[in-house]
């Protein structure tokens, strides 16, 4: 089984990563002790983003980094915490206050190396490691949950980065204009029906991966 690891960066991408992680685990059958009681098999790698210990505990091939410790904290005591090891999250100690150019251009290149070495640790558990597999969402800013006034300026300078790296990007505008919801809060679990739908090919045995 080839193997891949996926990297979710920023808080804003982690709000809709834990439930996005609970719904893979309920389509693997997958316990939130990591135990998966239909697999008779020990050892072995099930799916291409899931290794299984000798044990039995099955753990995401992921890794979760933040610049301010809140949202990791959120991940330590999530109905799924016992599946990471403290190498998976990864953490600054300072938060960018709603600041793009500070989290872009100085605080987050100070966790650059320590961030790079965590990943390679990771790899180097791994036999047949395909690539990576990167994450990372913005907010484009509406007036009716905005929590910032920076929040526009933000949006447009990260939507430049992400021009010049991005592969894929999924823009998600319906809360209000297909769903008639007046307001939508802030977590939108809408949008986490799009990561595993977009790697279900490769999670899920077909002719996609095939070896």
Same mark, same amino acid.
């Given at each position: ?57 099955? =753990? ?30 990864? =953490? ?34 791994? =036999? ?32 430049? =980065? ?50």
């Amino acid at each position: 089984m080839r193997e891949h690891i996926s990297i979710h960066v920023g808080q804003a991408h982690g709000q809709i990563d834990n439930p996005c992680l609970e719904l893979c685990c309920l389509e693997h059958g997958i316990q939130p002790d990591g135990q998966m009681p239909s697999d008779k098999t020990t050892g072995g790698d099930d799916s291409f983003d899931i290794s299984e210990t000798g044990a039995g505990k099955h =753990t995401p091939r992921a890794v979760f980094i933040d610049l301010e410790p809140t949202f990791i904290d959120k991940v330590h005591i999530a109905i799924y915490h016992q599946l990471f090891y403290p190498e998976q999250l990864i =953490t600054g100690k300072e938060d960018i206050a709603n600041k793009y150019a500070q989290g872009h251009y100085t605080i987050g290149k100070e966790i650059i190396g320590f961030m790079l070495d965590q990943i390679l640790k990771l790899a180097n558990w791994y =036999t047949s490691l395909q690539g990576f597999l990167v994450f990372h969402s913005f907010i484009y800013s509406v007036s009716q949950v905005s929590t910032a006034v920076v929040e526009p300026y933000n949006s447009i300078l990260t939507t430049h =980065t992400t021009l010049q790296r991005s592969e894929c990007a999924f823009v998600v505008d319906i809360c209000h204009r297909n769903l008639n919801i007046e307001c939508s809060p802030y977590t939108n679990c809408l949008i986490l029906q799009i990561m595993p739908s977009i790697t279900a090919s490769l999670r899920v045995d077909g002719s996609l991966n095939a070896d």
